[in-house]
């Protein structure tokens, strides 16, 4: 008898996790075994070359190449053998006809091969009509789908099988089966497999490590819920309930044993659908692993509802992530749509106590259900965010699909695909979803740049003087006495920043170019480990050539000029002095002139009513100066600005859309603080103000507050906000007053008192 594990050719997106779809071989050769049969196992994962290859199509092979395989079933001679059964996994794609699985089924024609699903419940299954498997695969005698260990020897014993689909009835009783035959596997090939895997991908960090020896367990079979999402129990009869089979405690514990004991695993990865559906079960498997002392991982979660802090402090340097599935972020989808019996205030008390216990969250979140609308979208990203930036949990949000053999697909014309694979993270798949493909996208982007910005990196803004050479009626400190920081308190905010990790700094104003200590300053912050400096300017002072080439020289990776007009007469309008544009000009060049190596230059301009007009002009003089980076800044409610200054919306959007389109092929550009369904089309080059969260600012008085909170506190929601797919990663619109904010007086005292010593 020879029982065979292919391998599998997978697209990126996976489904779920391959890593070990070869356990259903390796417990149906115990199954095998125990019933009297001489058993040979071919596990594709464990031959010589097993490893992950990249493929022309853009899929990637695991397991070993053809020759391994046919050799090792030449080896035990497979063609010879009473019964060949060949394991078809969801990764196959059924019922498409799969190379890899087509190859081994070559590599054994003439004898009698059974083709079977060998599934245990803990990886996605896809259900397949059978006779369109069989018709993809001819090469096998029959197709036994769902559970096989208790049909299985009884087909392989018939003297005679007629050709069709049998339907496997499961194991009442988990505790009769078994151990999976890991002795049948050369696990030290196995390790090397997984550590090819581990250097293929290029994974910085694995959620759920597969690394050493790491062998995976099923301690149930089923899941008692029905969300609508989930194909587990597959095969119940109409009107079954959906029920869990469990391993008793002491069954549970032998199996443990025998992967560390026996078999060395230092790690184990635990399938089960729902792990923690049954508390008793769960408690009895978290002391196995102590007792034992084994690394877990739980790839497929636990459901919040049922997790305890006890649990917690006992998984607490057991386990890399724990992860739990929320779904939605909406309650009426949870309850109406999903079918999760699940209260969000559970996910949050879940993620709230993972968070103080020290364990790393991850949780499970789907957009694109049908019947689900872009407002509750929303609300599901936005919850999301929200139990990541209190509490670390970080957010996996996949499309809603319609996997053959789920709710979510019953009565619904599917999409005809070869690999579900892609349709997790993207290629939107379900029908009836109220959000197009385009717009889901839209969503899951916007989430996207959120979550960049809130992760990093840090930057430190630094306002090293309110007082400045030019008079610029929008200047957001305009109000504010035109004094410079105290330097000692601008150095103590540098040193406390940098202990804290911070990498980034920018040196800004006012005029920081006034400042008299400015160059140290720049000096200091390469001294003490920041990896980028920059400084924001109207470039006036760089006119002198000493000045701009002791700033380029003194460490700063970037300087952005402020440039307002393409003329004389335009930038004088905006700033005030009518002198200042030829000195900017000449700054500029000079910085041109004299910039080391890998310093880069910019311009920034902040829109009115008095330049929006010339943005183009503006474009063609930044590059004539030699400049390859354009900012374009809408203009923020603080200091000198007002309503009266402000372009109309639509103006605006226009004239940066005209420049995105003919300079955006030459040039690095940003948009910052526009929200993004103004510029349809061009989000990519928008930088909103809710990626500012990494940023923290500090006032030449010493006040220090988070960019994205300051600048929030001037933004208003209007009601296109709730369905628009961008509001995750935008505040929202700026409304702005009709006279300037009231002057903010400087006092000496505020320059010289402590800088605050909390923790950042």
Not at 657 to 663: I, Y
Request: with cysteine; charged share 25%; aromatic share 6%.
């Amino acid at each position: 008898m020879v029982v065979v594990w292919p391998g599998v050719s997978v697209a990126r997106d996976f489904i779920d996790y391959p890593w070990f779809a070869d356990l259903g071989a390796v417990q149906i050769a115990a199954v095998l075994r125990a019933a009297g049969h001489d058993v040979a196992l071919v596990d594709a994962y464990a031959l010589p070359g097993a490893t992950l290859t990249w493929r022309s199509d853009g899929r990637a092979r695991l397991g070993a190449p053809r020759e391994s395989i046919v050799a090792a079933l030449d080896a035990v001679e497979a063609r010879r053998a009473d019964a060949v059964v060949v394991a078809l996994s969801p990764f196959h794609r059924p019922p498409a006809r799969d190379d890899v699985l087509a190859e081994a089924l070559a590599s054994v024609a003439g004898a009698r091969v059974l083709l079977a699903d060998l599934y245990q419940s803990g990886q996605h299954h896809v259900e397949a009509d059978g006779a369109a498997v069989l018709r993809a695969y001819p090469e096998a005698c029959l197709y036994l789908k769902y559970e096989a260990e208790r049909t299985l020897p009884q087909l392989v014993e018939a003297d005679a099988l007629a050709p069709g689909v049998v339907a496997g009835e499961p194991p009442a009783v988990l505790d009769e089966l078994p151990l999976p035959a890991w002795d049948l596997v050369d696990l030290d090939a196995h390790d090397r497999f997984r550590a090819a895997i581990l250097e293929r991908l290029g994974r910085r960090r694995w959620e759920f490590p597969i690394d050493g020896r790491t062998l995976p367990l099923i301690t149930s079979r089923g899941c008692p819920y029905r969300c609508i999402h989930c194909s587990s129990n597959p095969g119940r009869r109409p009107g079954e309930p959906k029920t869990q089979r469990r391993l008793s405690a002491a069954t549970m514990r032998a199996h443990l044993r025998a992967l560390a004991h026996v078999h060395g695993a230092g790690r184990v990865h635990l399938l089960d659908e729902m792990i923690n559906a049954c508390r008793a079960h769960f408690e009895a498997l978290l002391d196995a692993c102590e007792e034992l002392d084994l690394r877990v991982e739980i790839p497929n979660g636990v459901r919040a509802d049922h997790l305890e802090e006890a649990d917690l402090a006992r998984l607490r340097g057991r386990i890399t992530t724990l992860s739990i599935s929320a779904e939605s972020g909406s309650q009426r989808v949870l309850d109406e749509i999903v079918g999760k019996r699940l209260r969000l205030d559970d996910v949050e008390r879940a993620a709230r106590m993972a968070h103080a216990a020290a364990v790393p969250l991850l949780v499970h979140w789907i957009i694109g259900l049908p019947r689900e609308r872009p407002e509750e979208i929303n609300e599901t990203l936005e919850r999301a965010v929200a139990l990541y930036e209190r509490y670390g949990a970080w957010p996996a949000v996949q499309f809603a699909t319609p996997l053959p053999g789920t709710r979510l697909a019953e009565g619904r014309l599917l999409p005809v695909v070869d690999d579900w694979g892609p349709s997790f993270q993207r290629r939107p798949s379900q029908p009836d979803a109220l959000v197009d493909a385009r717009t889901l996208h839209a969503f899951r982007h916007a989430l996207q740049v959120r979550l960049r910005a809130v992760r990093g990196p840090e930057k430190l803004i630094v306002n090293v003087t309110y007082a400045c050479n030019n008079h610029c009626r929008f200047c957001a400190v305009g109000t504010r006495t035109p004094v410079h920081g105290w330097t000692p308190r601008l150095v103590a905010h540098l040193v406390r920043h940098r202990r804290a990790g911070v990498r980034h700094v920018d040196f800004d104003g006012g005029e920081p170019t006034l400042h008299p200590d400015l160059l140290s300053l720049v000096g200091l912050a390469r001294r003490l480990g920041y990896e980028r400096v920059h400084v924001t300017t109207n470039g006036r002072r760089l006119a002198d050539p000493d000045y701009a080439r002791a700033l380029l020289g003194a460490g700063v990776s970037s300087v952005l000029f402020s440039l307002h007009g393409a003329s004389p007469s335009s930038h004088g309008r905006e700033v005030g002095v009518a002198e200042a544009f030829g000195q900017t000009l000449d700054g500029i060049r000079n910085a041109v002139r004299l910039r080391p190596d890998g310093v880069e230059l910019g311009v920034n301009v902040t829109l009115t009513r008095g330049n929006v007009r010339e943005l183009g002009r503006l474009a063609e003089l930044v590059w004539s100066l030699g400049l390859r980076w354009l900012n374009v800044q809408w203009l923020t409610p603080f200091g000198r600005a007002t309503r009266s200054l402000v372009p109309d919306e639509t103006v605006a959007a226009m004239a940066t859309a005209r420049l995105l389109d003919a300079w955006a092929d030459r040039m690095k550009l940003q948009v910052v603080n526009c929200p993004p369904c103004l510029l349809p089309g061009y989000e990519r080059f928008v930088l909103p103000d809710l990626g500012k969260h990494a940023r923290n600012m500090v006032f030449v008085n010493n006040d220090e507050v988070n960019l994205a909170q300051y600048l929030g506190e001037r933004r208003v929601r209007r009601p296109v906000c709730a369905p628009c797919p961008h509001r995750v990663a935008c505040g929202g619109f700026y409304e702005l007053d009709d006279v300037p904010e009231p002057p903010w007086i400087v006092t000496p005292q505020a320059l010289v008192r402590p800088v605050r010593t909390a923790r950042l």
